[in-house]
Each structure stands twice: as structure tokens, then as C-alpha cells.
């Protein structure tokens, strides 16, 4: 990986980072445990403090919880799989995006997933950037909507193959897994009809 393609997706570079830093922090305080299979199923001190569910969300309340969920993987694989589809989305929101409207909506697609989620949830526990990911790409497919002659771009972009296989595959995980992403990618084909490409 080139220090150019790195400088031409800081935003997908600095979540990545800041999500490795979490999981490795919830390792690091998570001592006492089984670490293996913590990195494997899930589990660890942090995700106490910072997934989400209703009661978090309702009764504590801790609002902040609806950012701080997407920045939580305590399994390996839940880690690389959306740091793969982030560095992806990234490689071509990042040509068409100011950072400042990509950060905004990064959290937006974290925001409204999880308050759908809570509501139709109220026992489950959220954790993960896919929500926001969803949203990203819900914005490329309205961009594609609106201007078909984008298709061969799309085609061409590095990692396509690889997102169009995180959308489908990552729904079967749950009900519950499939309704965030839903929520996150109908919340990107909303501000894919307000932000046109090239808002920078």
C-alpha cells in the first residue's frame, strides 16, 4: 500500500486506525479473560462502555453511545471485514467529498441506524462501522441512480467485487444485523439526493 493511496483516503486511514487502537484496548483491558475468545466471538470490558442498546440509550441515558458503537469490533474478523469495505468506499468518496462532509455523514450513518435499531431492539446490543459503511454505499447507488454513466466507474473501482459481496453476505448474519445495515444504507440514499458529487 503507497503512502499516495493512503494520503487519498485519510478518512477510511484514520477510522481504521482509531478502530484497531479500540480493539486492541479492549484486550488490553480485558486481561483477566480468555483474550482468544474474545477476538474470536466477541466480549471485553470496553464493550460495556461503548456499544449501544435501548437501555443504554433510554434509561441511563448515555446518548453518546450512538457514535462510540461504530468505533467498537471485539471480534479479528468483524475488525478486517469493515476496514476492508471502509478502505474500499473510501477510495472513491474521498475524489467526490470534502473530509468534513464525510466525517458529518459517517456519524449520521451511525446516528439514525442506531436509534432504528434501538427501537425495534430494545434487548439487542449494537457494535461496528457497517452501519455508516451501509450508509456510504446507499450514497454511491443513489449517485448511480441519478447518473447511469457512473456504472463503468464503479466497475473499474478497486474493491468492487469485494463490496457488492459485503452487501449481500453481511446480511445474513441476523435480523437484527440486517436492519441496521437497511436503516444505514436508506439513511445514504436520502443524502445521496441532498450532497451531489463532487461536494467538496
Not at 479473560?33 to 470496553?46: A, D, H, K
Not at 425495534?120 to 447511469?148: H, T
Amino acid at each position: 500500500m503507497n503512502m499516495d493511496k493512503i494520503r487519498n483516503n485519510k478518512f477510511a486511514t484514520t477510522i481504521s486506525v482509531i478502530v484497531a487502537a479500540v480493539f486492541i484496548a479492549n484486550l488490553v483491558l480485558s486481561r483477566g479473560f480468555n483474550l482468544l475468545m474474545i477476538s474470536l466471538t466477541g466480549g471485553g470490558r470496553l464493550v460495556d462502555f461503548l456499544a449501544a442498546s435501548r437501555s443504554d440509550l433510554i434509561n441511563i441515558p448515555q446518548c453518546y453511545r450512538l457514535i462510540t458503537y461504530g468505533y467498537l469490533h471485539p471480534t479479528i474478523w468483524h475488525l478486517a471485514i469493515n476496514i476492508c469495505a471502509l478502505w474500499y468506499v473510501g477510495l472513491f468518496i474521498e475524489k467526490e467529498l470534502s473530509k468534513k462532509i464525510i466525517f458529518f455523514i459517517y456519524h449520521v450513518g451511525l446516528i439514525v441506524p442506531g436509534i432504528v435499531f434501538s427501537l425495534i431492539f430494545p434487548d439487542g446490543y449494537m457494535y461496528g462501522a457497517s452501519p455508516a459503511i451501509f450508509c456510504f454505499l446507499g450514497i454511491m447507488v443513489m449517485w448511480l441512480i441519478k447518473d447511469r454513466t457512473i456504472f463503468s466507474e464503479y466497475k473499474s473501482l478497486r474493491g468492487s467485487r469485494y463490496l457488492l459481496c459485503y452487501m449481500i453476505l453481511s446480511n445474513f448474519l441476523s435480523l437484527g444485523t440486517f436492519v441496521v445495515h437497511l436503516a444505514g444504507f436508506c439513511t445514504g440514499l436520502f443524502i445521496g439526493l441532498i450532497v451531489r458529487r463532487g461536494s467538496r
